[in-house]
């Protein structure tokens, strides 16, 4: 076969607010692979098929001397995040062609990896059910462990117990909403639209509202008080919660969306609250938790995919060329569902 296209994403600059695409990050078409007679010396070639678009991405483009709990990206090489590839050749014994493994990959058509820990967190994934792939960057994914492992570690919760999520409708919030229904809570929760709302509805969510045209204090007091808030947003809704909180209550704090894209950032009231309802505030990241809970995750959460117990929806969209407007679509909350980016068809 002759050389064909190798796309690439490039990070091009550090935005001051949100990514522009074309500027931020710009896709390049000027590499070429022959992916029949590229030399591997026992390394092995994957072609990537999808790419997870993840509102933490926006953390990562900034200085690299700013420390930061994920690395910053370099300006002038390709953007990377977790994704699903196939194996297309291997001279490894780690992996066989026609594997389809999960990991961390550049935004990039085609890729060579020495070793399988390269790709970060990597794992063949087995698919017994015959899933999508891209679920595997979703409810099955990223997205699904932080659901799962900041549920199991820190909610404990009881029969009854009365839950907030916000952002419920994005693809954290939506398996959480369900793990909470599962459990037997009665869960609140917001999004920014009514098709979202809907969405939430549909997903078992026992009080969900439009965050814009309905004040969140005023459902929360009404709704309350909230046992266990699962913050995405931060900002306005944290005060919220806080001050609809429930003695002894727990907050599991996963993102603060609200400041990401935004210097003049909502500035919090009621901290006091804290210790005055003797409050409990877990802060994490997915990977505190990744080896202690990952076989439990793969071993339940499939399963439940497959059998409809957890729902989901996507947001997709197509080739590499998209990966800017689809970034801006998860930082505004355009995106209807978990964003992904189909890099190539099987």
């Known amino acids: 076969m002759a050389p064909i296209r190798n796309g690439r994403v490039l990070f091009n600059e550090i935005p001051s607010g949100y990514p522009e695409p074309g500027k931020t990050m710009v896709y390049d078409d000027s590499q070429l692979i022959d992916v029949d007679n590229v030399s591997l010396n026992g390394r092995f070639l994957i072609k990537v098929l999808v790419l997870s678009i993840d509102p933490y991405l926006r953390g990562r483009m900034r200085d690299p001397s700013i420390k930061s709990y994920s690395m910053a990206f370099k300006i002038g090489a390709p ?29 990039q058509e085609y890729v060579t990896f020495r070793e399988i ?19 595997y960057v979703g409810v099955c994914g990223l997205a699904g462990h932080t659901a ?13 117990d009365v839950v907030f999520v916000t952002a419920g409708a994005g693809p954290v919030g939506s398996t959480v909403i369900q793990l909470a229904k599962q459990a037997g809570c009665k869960v609140i929760a917001s999004a920014g639209s009514e098709e979202k ?3 939430l509805k549909s997903n078992g969510t026992d009080v969900a509202f439009n965050y814009k045209t309905e004040k969140t204090l005023d459902v929360l007091l009404k709704e309350g008080p909230i046992d266990i808030y699962w913050d995405n947003v931060g900002g306005e809704s944290f005060d919220a919660a806080l001050e609809a909180a429930a003695w002894h209550a727990r907050f599991i704090e996963c993102g603060m969306i609200s400041a990401y894209n935004n210097a003049n950032s909502y500035t919090v009231k009621n901290l006091p609250l804290i210790f005055a309802k003797s409050l409990t505030l877990y802060g994490f990241t997915v990977m505190d938790f990744h080896d202690k809970y990952a076989e439990r995750f793969y071993e339940e959460v499939p399963r439940m995919v497959q059998e409809g117990k957890i729902k989901y929806t996507e947001d997709v969209s197509f ?4 990966v800017g407007e689809a970034m801006l679509d998860v930082q505004m909350g ?9 890099v190539a068809d099987e």
């Open 197 to 199: 709302v809907d969405f």
């Open 117 to 135: 820990s390269e790709l970060r967190r990597a794992r063949v994934l087995k698919n017994e059910g015959g899933l999508p792939w891209s679920v």
């Open 79 to 107: 953007m990377d995040n977790f994704g699903v590839g196939v194996v297309l050749r291997s001279e490894n014994d780690q992996v066989k062609a026609g594997d389809h493994v999960y990991g961390f990959y550049p935004f």
């Open 334 to 342: 355009r995106n209807k569902g978990k964003k992904i980016v189909v």
């Open 148 to 160: 799962h492992h900041g549920w199991v570690e820190f909610a404990k919760p009881k029969q009854g």
């Open 319 to 322: 080739g590499l060329e998209s």
